[in-house]
């Protein structure tokens, strides 16, 4: 029997952890409060101290170098990947569990095959089509590549949701009539949500994040997405600490609001299936 008591503190487990979270949390309250500071009181203090005065000088330098105009670049690659690629997964995922076949299983196969392709392997072909499509130096030629490696995990969370709704419910449908692509819209549709928010968050914060695909397909400024661009602001003002910083510090900042949004269901999707 084991008398040990459940309330037993384990000191080495709350050291530990209380240790991990000053390791993340202190470089982003360094990134935060040198972004308000000066340069010469960046250089002239403690770089943990509190910043004496405090400037917004650095963020309307940063909004002045036109980080707008490449927010709203980052916001339409995003949507532009995202959009197209839940409708696709979504699909993909509904004829992979409903549907039965040898050319579905070979899909399927196809699918996940996917997943074991590194993006960086690729480049030289997907540069090449960009270049035979004339899309280089485009938008677009930034969402395709994100659609298509989006897809296969994509398609893996979706359909793992997909083949947690009851059959019952399907063959109810059937019974009322109702064709696969009722079925599709009408109770698939409704009952994956919590996977679909889980999924565009997910691919949101890749396509935002990314910078191998900005850097290869794109060459004009005007066509930069904010990691590029932040990479192109950081070799232009690399002695000027804080004003780099306050381009990091508003770069960050959509991600951060899209995650805190999507925490709960980034969660549950990725960790869905997992017991089975």
């Known amino acids: 029997m084991n008398n040990r008591n459940p309330r037993t503190w384990n000191w080495f487990g709350g050291v530990a952890g209380w240790l991990w979270l000053a390791i993340i949390i202190i470089p982003i309250y360094f990134v935060f409060v040198t972004s308000f500071k000066t340069t010469s009181t960046y250089f002239g203090s403690n770089p943990l101290a509190l910043p004496a005065p405090f400037t917004f000088d650095n963020y309307v330098r940063v909004v002045e170098a036109n980080f707008i105009g490449y927010l709203v670049n980052s916001v339409i690659v995003v949507i532009g990947t995202v959009g197209p690629l839940l409708i696709f997964a979504f699909m993909a995922a509904y004829a992979i569990v409903r549907g039965e076949g040898r050319l579905i299983r070979f899909v399927q196969r196809g699918f996940l095959l996917g997943l074991a392709i590194p993006v960086q392997a690729t480049i030289v072909p997907v540069y090449l089509l960009i270049i035979t499509m004339h899309m280089y130096d485009s938008l677009p030629a930034l969402m395709l590549p994100g659609i298509a490696f989006g897809l296969p995990l994509s398609i893996l969370i979706l359909a793992n ?60 400024p005007g066509k930069r997405t904010l990691p590029l661009a932040l990479w192109a602001f950081q070799g232009e003002y690399a002695t000027d600490i804080p004003v ?26 990725m960790t869905a299936g997992v017991g089975k």
């Not at 947690?164 to 009722?182: A, H, K, R, V």
């Not at 997910?202 to 060459?219: D, E, H, K, R, V």
Request: a neutral charge; one cysteine or more.
């Open 161 to 220: 949701f997909i083949r947690d709704i009851p059959n019952e419910l399907f063959e109810s449908m059937s019974l009322d009539g109702c064709t696969e692509w009722q079925k599709l819209w009408r109770l698939a549709f409704p009952m994956t949500q919590p996977a679909l928010v889980t999924v565009a968050v997910y691919q949101a914060l890749l396509s935002w994040n990314g910078f191998l695909f900005p850097l290869i397909l794109t060459q004009s």
């Open 244 to 269: 780099v910083l306050a381009a990091v510090v508003l770069t960050l900042a959509p991600i951060l609001v899209l995650y805190a949004f999507g925490r709960r269901y980034l969660v549950s999707g």
